[in-house]
């Protein structure tokens, strides 16, 4: 009985331990770094965004949103068409997703890039994934606080696209629009 119990124990707290482990992916915080998001404990995988955390009640399509100040760019690659969309095709991309509402409140948007990678045309040669790896590629992170100054959401998300960095920079945009869309 007492094996019995311990056992079930062990495996209890392996489950607790692999749920809390799965929402954060540590190998890309080490290889791609960190942005403006201090705690990404209780981040996780949800509907096409890499992590996200949204507090609970909240329905990001039922707000309207002011992006706070530029993006800012973590990195060393400065690209202006990339940064050009993100700060400009952002707040559209965001009212397009938001309510239509007047009256709606206001979320703020605080936005970072943490990672860009130019396309590579060297890398297409790599056996299978090749030419998804010569592509452009862009990691971004956005903090959404309410009125008060509460964070409300918090996005971690990255993709490769095309050969240039707006490329990446829109096909995010465009995953971030549908996840407002549908939350």
């Known amino acids: 009985m007492f094996r019995k119990t311990i056992v079930i124990v062990i495996a209890a707290v392996a489950l607790a331990m692999s749920a809390y482990a799965a929402g954060v992916d540590k190998d890309n915080l080490k290889e791609y770094g960190r942005g403006i998001i201090k705690d990404y404990s209780d981040m996780n995988e949800d509907e096409g965004i890499e992590w ?45 997703a938001g309510s239509k509402d007047s009256g ?19 890398k297409r040669w790599i056996p299978y994934a090749g030419g998804h790896l010569a592509q452009a590629g862009l990691g971004i992170e956005l903090v959404i606080r309410d009125g008060k100054g509460d964070i409300v959401c918090k996005i971690r998300h990255s993709g490769r696209e ?13 995953d971030i629009s549908k996840y407002v869309k549908g939350n």
């Open 52 to 96: 996200v955390w949204l507090r609970s009640g909240v329905r990001l399509s039922e707000h309207r949103f002011k992006l706070n100040k530029s993006f800012e760019n973590l990195t060393t690659v400065t690209d202006d068409d990339m940064e050009e969309v993100l700060n400009k095709t952002l707040p559209r991309t965001l009212d397009r």
């Open 104 to 122: 709606a409140s206001v979320l703020r948007v605080e936005g970072a890039i943490f990672w860009a990678e130019r396309a590579n045309r060297s």
């Open 162 to 174: 095309g050969d240039d960095l707006d490329d990446a920079a829109e096909e995010l945009l465009e």
